[in-house]
């Protein structure tokens, strides 16, 4: 009877070694550890998907070399600040954290541990080693509202907005432009739903701006599908940012506004490997492959279709800049007039509204 | 076949101190099958939970980070409970706490007065206190059933929350994000260590402890309290008032729940934002009760959820689960908790029908 109780306590012991010893042997090979934190869930489609994504493809040109750990559906607050601290703990040496909200506890740890990269979704604060990331969206939103005046019928548009930050509110002024370039009587209603990730607040705020008299609709950083779904089923065109939801609406889907990280990812390992990496505010478009517009409706005119891509081809050539003179505000004053060009610090801390967005911002 | 509980008349008190052990026994066991089913590391697992929370200094202030607060309102509570006060809003009361001891670094950005925190601590307790005294006001009055109006109260709470961050407590440097400033250092509680996050703030839920213990265990008020909660026709009768039972109960939670987000912003938020309270108002619930309603027990409840919360995120970064997985262990444990306890202070009984048939009647 001993004998059977001493092989199986060595049985055991033997086991917890080995699941040890599997947690060592990983740390052996010495790969860079890369840590992602998202705010939502990783579905098929979405933000935390598009952050996933990019985080892969570090992985496909590193292979072995690097080690991908991703914790998401984390709520901003501060279990966060201790889960990113655990993470740092653990040996991440390069951080993405995927959420505005992440902010002020992803800088403490930057500045406390500065030989580690950290690269932090929308905000604002730059260190060193603390880079924010945030998509020029405004440049796809234009050529979306080129493609909505083209189909709309009632000349209003729709928005289901995430929070007036100057990310979002740039981007649905970029739609705007986008549609008064073609069509000037064209107007946009925008509900703020406070919420990235809400499905029953976004598809009933949808379902108002169908009522409204909206017949295109704009899922403005919104992670789930409902608004895309609402569109289908109401009969109304709709696009949304960062991911293909064609699925959702496979006849009335317009387009997408795609981010993809790769590029930028792939570019910040690079240098942190290289040991030359720099903090700063990095604001990425459609020059740098990151904003990237596709899927387009089928009913969109052959016409329309060539006037989208010249002036997708100018943009990325820097002929034109959405936020070109002139630009005149919802009271009807000329921000800037016709020949100059808004600055980036403006357009990075926007905090209006251009003429023909019916919505005040909510103050 | 029926089932019936019949409370023992005797029971172990060697069970009654086997019960955890049972309990954490049995979880882990049914763990271990998920764990396996979801094809993760289950020693790393267990080792993540139980062990790694004490692994360093860092991990173990959290471990008290967390304690202080659910210790706090969980001892408020099970005095309401004692008294058969179903207060189940102390999130909202928490919530509630934190706007109001918010206004002093909010309304006075640069002040470096020393009164700031002891300001905010007692608008805190304040502030917790009115919203409480709205669920109690409402049920004295007019008999408003207070599960209900303590639970809506902690959404009007949210709701409050919300509109003061996006509205006139914004941030004014910080871009329309839905957060006030950060506060200065003089409305923070000052740092017990270099480096961790735990604070003075954690003196206040033991010195509540002690004064709770002395309250309900030496002081005949408590004893009123508890008998105007379970009989109130016979504490009206002895002079007790059943009236004062809902106000102190209440109040009394509202004290504690207040601080208790107060010691939030001004301990490891820094700032009021969108998430500042953790969900702690509502683990309070099961401290409770994890702890028997005693104010012994409560210390070892809250340790324990303390750690079980900790570990589980240690368990997210370190052995790769899901968020729901730990969320399914956590419950796990309760629920087992809950259930050995039950059977240690009651049989089950399997009561037969009769099968017999009454004889007949022949007629």
Known sequence: MNAFRNKMLKALAAFAVSGLLINTAANAADPLKIGLLTPSPIADVGWSKALVDGVDAVKAKYGDDVEINVIENIQEGPDADRIMNKMVGDGNEFLVLGSFGFMNGGLKLAKRNAKRTFLHASGYKTAKNFSPFTAKYYEGAYLMGMAAAELTKTKKLGVVSAFAIPELISTINGFTLGARSIDPEITVDVIWINSWFDPAKAQDSAKALLAGGADILFSNAQDTPSVVTVGEEGGAYVFNLNGSMKAYAPTKYLGVVKTDWAPFFVASVDAHLAGNFEGQNQWLGMTDDVVVVEDWNSDISEDMMAKIEATQADIVSGAKHVYDGPLVNQAGETVIAAGERLEDGAILGMDWHVEGVNSPLPK | ?363
Not at chain 2, 344 to 349: A, I, T
């Open chain 2, 1 to 363: 076949m029926q089932f019936k509980l019949d409370r023992r008349v005797h029971y172990s008190k060697a069970m009654l101190i086997a019960t955890p052990i049972m309990a954490v026994g049995l979880s882990m066991l049914v763990c271990t099958l998920l764990l396996l089913v979801l094809n993760k590391p289950v020693l790393l697992t267990f080792h993540s939970f139980f062990i790694a929370p004490f692994e360093n200094f860092y991990s173990i202030t959290e471990i008290f980070l967390k304690f202080g607060p659910l210790l706090l309102i969980a001892q408020a509570l099970a005095v309401g409970f004692r008294a058969k006060v179903w207060n189940i809003g102390a999130e909202g009361q928490m919530i509630i706490g934190a706007i109001a001891a918010s206004s002093v670094p909010v309304y006075f950005v640069d002040s470096t007065s020393a009164w700031l925190l002891p300001a905010m601590i007692v608008l805190g307790a304040l502030g917790g206190m009115a919203w409480a005294a709205i669920a109690a006001f409402l049920k004295t009055q007019f008999n408003a059933n207070e599960i209900l109006v303590t639970l809506m109260l902690s959404s009007i709470a949210l709701q409050i929350l919300y509109y003061l961050l996006l509205g006139p407590w914004k941030d004014p440097m910080g871009f329309n994000f839905p957060q006030t400033v950060m506060f200065q250092d003089e409305a923070l509680f000052p740092y017990l260590f270099d480096g961790a996050r735990i604070n003075t703030s954690i003196a206040i839920p033991i010195i509540f402890t002690i004064g709770i213990w002395l309250f309900m265990e030496k002081h005949f008020g408590g004893f009123r309290l508890i008998v105007g909660g379970l009989a109130p026709s016979a504490a009206t009768y002895a002079g007790f008032s059943s009236k004062k039972a809902v106000w102190s109960s209440l109040l009394l939670a509202g004290f504690a729940a207040g601080i208790a987000g107060m010691s939030e912003i001004a301990g490891p938020i820094g700032q009021l934002q969108r998430s500042v309270t953790s969900g702690y108002g509502y683990s309070a619930i099961i401290v409770a009760y994890l702890g028997a309603l005693n104010p012994i027990g409560i210390i070892f409840a809250a340790f324990f959820l303390a750690v079980l919360q900790i570990g589980g995120d240690v368990a997210l970064v370190s052995a790769d689960l899901p968020i729901s997985a730990v969320h399914v262990f956590q419950g796990l444990l309760l629920i087992f908790y809950l259930a050995t306890y039950t059977f240690v202070n009651y049989r089950l009984r399997v009561v037969r029908p009769i099968t017999q048939a009454t004889p007949k009647l022949t007629s």
